[in-house]
């Protein structure tokens, strides 16, 4: 009896040993399911976000465009009028003219103040010119601000082919790039290439010292540069170099 109880036992326990690994092939199957759903649904949420991101950068530069034609069309035109006007008044020799003369210049600063502001909002070169053309006049603004820093623009491809929004997002790109350059840096030389044969790519490098990215505050910028980089489905990196910074952007062919 005592070998009978004991042989069937071991049976048991040999029965029991066979469908533990199979209990824990159904445990691991079970949590790579849930894991599989759990990527899927990350991926989903990420293409949603992407492309939440693109539709949001497309409205704003529409708003931007519609307020920069606004500005033109009107507060341009008044401006246009009272200047002339109080030129008008300046020059006919009444006690009124010293007014009138800084009524001209009152309203010449803010004509310059209006170029400026049209300007960041919808850069008029790249809609007349192309974005060669923009970003060769996006430099050329940098230099006669920072007479004694370096700028240089390396162009390859045919940059006037890219497509209008691509090419408004590079423009911006680079924008901010330059900015934060300046803004984080000391630099005395900054080199802009953009490479538009394969692909494109972007990069920025300058000389104003290693440094860590901007602090939370004041890191809109950067942010942004990453919103718009995503939004593309390209890659944004910014990265320590001898004596600077280097921020590349890399976009796959379409």
């Known amino acids: 009896m005592g070998d009978e109880a004991g042989a069937g036992a071991g049976t048991d326990r040999r029965a ?3 469908g533990q690994p ?5 445990e691991f199957d079970r949590l790579g399911s849930a894991l599989n759903e759990t990527a899927a649904a990350l991926e989903e949420a990420r293409d949603a976000r992407t492309e939440l991101t693109r539709r ?5 530069e529409s708003e931007r465009r519609a307020l920069a034609r606004e500005l033109h069309d009107e507060f341009g035109q008044c401006l246009t009028a009272t200047r002339a006007l109080a030129t008008a008044v300046a020059q006919s020799g009444e006690t009124t003219a010293r007014d009138g003369v800084r009524i001209a210049e009152i309203s010449g600063q803010m004509m310059q103040s209006l170029r400026s502001e049209l300007s960041r909002l919808r850069p008029p070169d790249l809609d007349e010119l192309g974005l060669d053309a923009a970003l060769q006049r996006l430099v050329a603004g940098w230099r006669g601000r920072l007479p004694d820093v370096r700028f240089a623009l390396d162009l390859h491809g045919d940059i006037d082919a ?4 691509l090419a408004l997002s590079l423009y911006r790109i680079t924008q901010e790039c330059l900015t ?35 602090p939370a505050g004041d890191g809109h910028g950067l942010l942004g540069i990453r919103e718009r980089v995503q939004a ?8 320590p170099q001898e004596n600077g910074m280097r921020a590349h952007v890399h ?3 379409s």
């Open 232 to 239: 593309l489905g390209g890659s944004f990196t910014l990265t």
């Open 22 to 26: 199979r209990q824990h092939v159904a």
């Open 251 to 253: 976009l796959k062919p």
């Open 180 to 214: 934060n350059a300046i803004r984080h840096g000391a630099p005395t030389a900054v080199r802009i290439c953009l490479d538009a044969r394969e692909g494109i790519t972007l990069t920025v490098c300058d000389d104003g010292g290693a440094r860590a990215e901007a």
């Open 162 to 165: 890219v497509a209008d929004d």
């Open 16 to 18: 029991a040993a066979r």
């Open 56 to 60: 949001l950068f497309t409205v704003q």
